[in-house]
């Protein structure tokens, strides 16, 4: 889905390339804080479409982490223990706020504001969360 939503922005984007991308009138601070509409359809769709692959990314993160390294109730049995995830937590945590300052960065750069708002709020909260579980090695 995320993907899919990365070919529907790549396509607002190419349908809006007859429009303005800035605005024409007012200060320079406002048209660089403000974008056009044709611009924010595009930030939204970006933003739509960055919220589905932070969700894949932390479920991929649970996946991996319930074969035998977090042990919260609600997860189920958890199976054997893994000897070599002892820094699965401390890496997979560090994976997402690294990816969470990137794409935020990224993301400024390109203007897009609501974009950088969804990465610094989903990732970091996630990482948060995850840190918070037990494992066999806490």
């Known amino acids: 889905m995320a993907l899919a939503g990365l070919g529907y922005a790549c396509s ?3 349908r809006s ?9 007012g200060h320079p601070l406002v048209r660089l804080l403000l974008p056009a509409p044709a611009y924010l359809r595009f930030d939204r769709t970006l933003a739509a479409t960055a919220l589905l ?9 649970l996946v991996l982490g319930a ?3 977090f042990t919260e109730e609600w997860m189920g049995y958890p199976g054997m223990m893994d000897p070599g995830g002892q820094g699965y937590q401390v890496g997979v945590v ?8 990137w794409s935020a960065s ?3 750069l390109g203007r897009c504001w609501t974009t950088t ?3 610094l709020t989903v ?15 806490t």
């Open 12 to 14: 607002v984007l190419w």
């Open 17 to 25: 390339r007859g429009q303005e991308w800035a605005r024409i009138h």
């Open 53 to 61: 692959a932070d969700v894949w990314l932390v479920s991929g993160v």
């Open 67 to 69: 074969d035998g390294i």
């Open 94 to 101: 560090d994976l997402l706020r690294t990816t969470a300052w």
């Open 106 to 108: 990224a993301a400024i």
């Open 117 to 119: 708002v969804v990465q």
């Open 123 to 137: 990732l970091p909260l996630s990482a948060l969360w995850i840190a918070s579980f037990d494992t066999y090695y």
